[in-house]
């Protein structure tokens, strides 16, 4: 497992309103946001086929693909290739249909999960062999409600427990960056507790039984 750090972080989902709020688009939630946390903004190049942005500070590129779900590594692989950026140093976030709202996976290399996205990044890099960063969403139970499902907006908790998965993603931020995977994979991958039960409120006293006077 390498220890490079990023140069490149591709957010994965479908341009467009229409598509804004939708399950599939849980990549660009995350870039947008890293973007808003390291002060850097996006906009379109056309030779990248997508909206970039240059984290100067960070030291990574941010990157959107506009060219919808399916072509994204048309984006990916231009911007790559451009910079000289190795696939080692890449790493694609992107909605989980296998993983529940609320958790994440990091993870090296491996299998493509039929994501169209990924597949179509591994097929312009040449290589599985880049970092991936898993957002879960849900399945919906039935896989021909998937096309469906990832192209809607999630429920309003399910959304609750996305965003705040992305938060812990951002809090993990320094350690990616550094390289640090292993830490970062320890952490994002460990499942969140489980919300405390509320405490069962005390049974009122029982009141005191009056005297009868007449008892001897």
């Not at 995350?30 to 909206?51: I, K, P």
């Not at 990091?106 to 960063?133: I, Q, V």
């Not at 499942?191 to 006077?213: C, F, L, N, S």
Request: hydrophobic share 40%; proline share 8%; charged share 20%.
């Amino acid at each position: 497992m390498t220890a490079a750090a990023p140069r490149l972080i591709v957010g994965l989902g479908n341009p467009g309103s229409q598509y804004t709020e939708t399950r599939h688009n849980a990549g660009f939630w995350f870039c947008e946001r890293l973007a808003d946390q390291l002060g850097a903004r996006f906009s379109h190049e056309s030779r990248f086929h997508g909206l970039v942005a240059n984290a100067r500070e960070a030291g990574v590129w941010l990157l959107m693909p506009q060219t919808y779900m399916n072509r994204s590594g048309q984006a990916v692989g231009a911007l790559a290739r451009f910079y000289r950026i190795q696939p080692a140093e890449i790493l694609v976030v992107h909605d989980e249909l296998d993983i529940p709202p609320g958790q994440l996976r990091l993870k090296f290399g491996g299998g493509l999960g039929g994501h169209n996205g990924l597949k179509d990044t591994s097929a312009h890099l040449g290589t599985n062999d880049y970092w991936r960063l898993r957002i879960g969403i849900g399945h919906p139970g039935d896989r021909n409600e998937v096309v469906n499902y990832v192209l809607k907006p999630a429920r309003r908790e399910e959304q609750v427990s996305i965003d705040e998965a992305i938060d812990r993603a951002l809090a993990a931020w320094s350690r990616i960056a550094a390289g640090d995977w292993s830490s970062a994979t320890q952490r994002l991958n460990a499942r969140p507790a489980a919300p405390k039960p509320p405490k069962a409120p005390k049974a009122p006293a029982a009141p005191d039984t009056p005297k009868d006077e007449t008892t001897p």
